[in-house]
């Protein structure tokens, strides 16, 4: 067996192709506001990727690029004027913030009819309760790639590796919601890879290179590599690659299909980023 390819890039296209369709169609248009406070590299990469769909959709971006010194105070202040501005329909502020910065307390502080990251405890409460919510980006983008991949996910067997808020904790929602078998692994877990090996849908979002081998993946699984990990080239080591949380070479021959890194998920969090932006600008009207 080698594993199909599942194509996130493919698939986040058709959906931004969608959401541009509805904003023309309808005359809409949707404010999404980005922060970024600081100059971590990734994280500009992020913005800039982010600031720039929106637009390619026919929305507008505000981009607030703040100083790494920037206060608590400051930027509760910026936080609070995009939530009183009524062009700006979805609020994003880049995780990670500076240290002296509490993340809890800036997420608590967006309106959650804004909150297109899903992050607020109103949204993660509801999730929990399977209410209409924004549901974050990067798990929602998994579960529609899960979906085309596997045309029922009940009894499933799911393994989610990592249990941070923005990714492991609202993926094992969402997969329970779809009536899969729930288990969350993270690096407390004992015997990994025979937890691993037990599931039919494997989600790998540890942030840590190739950690999940070949011999990890139970026979015609489906694989989703959330990772996103920058390291040196093996041919070139003064440049860099991006690879995922999954060795994808290892586990290529013992999976029924796969997300690649890069165009795998991380498209598909742009994509259900534009897609939250858009269903808040709806509702707002
Ligand atoms: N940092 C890493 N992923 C995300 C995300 O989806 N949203 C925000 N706001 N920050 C992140």
Redesign the pocket.
Known sequence: MTARLIDGAKTAQRIRQEIAEQIRANKLSPGLAVVLVGENPA?QV?VRNKGKAAEETGMHSLNHRLPETTTQAQLLGVIDELNHDTSVHGI?????LPPQIDAQAIIAAIDPAKDV?G?HPVNAGKLSLGLPCFV???PQGCMILLRETLSDLAGKKALVLGRSN?VGKPMAQLLLQADCTVTVAHSKTRDLPAECRAADILVAAIGRPHFVKGDWVKPGAVVIDVGINRIPNPADPAKTELVGDVDFAEAAPHARAMTPVPGGVGPM?IAC?LGNTLKAAKKSL
Not at 92 to 96: D, I
């Open positions: 994280s992020y994003l502020v880049q995780l990670p990251d992050f974050p980006c990067t923005i969090t980023l």
